[in-house]
């Protein structure tokens, strides 16, 4: 089992099986979940990240790993520790911190 992923950092998240519109298949997804929930609970909060382009108000544009996508914020997904398979990185501080916004404004309008 993986321990204690933190918030901000890209992990390759096996989110099969889904259902519906959900996005599947292993991807890289976006912690969000606070790095003391992520050290208790044996689930994380984690976003998908994609490189098809949505304007959507819950996406959050990012370049990772030289590759140009989005964080899909309305793709918010629990996700038990044991589907995370390793660690791809961390984003940028400024896609932290707009990650962070768009999640405040998707929680509080």
Known sequence: MVSHPKRD???LVALDPSRGAEIKKTRPCLVVSADDMNEALETVLA?????TQRNYPTRVNLVFRNKT???ALDQLR???RERLI?????????TAYTVSN???EMFTR
């Open 86 to 94: 390793r660690r791809l990185g961390v984003v940028s501080p400024k």
């Open 102 to 104: 768009v999640l405040v």
């Open 9 to 11: 950092e890209v992990w």
């Open 47 to 51: 976003a998908p990240m994609t490189t």
């Open 78 to 80: 629990t996700v038990a």
């Open 69 to 71: 996508g989005q964080v």
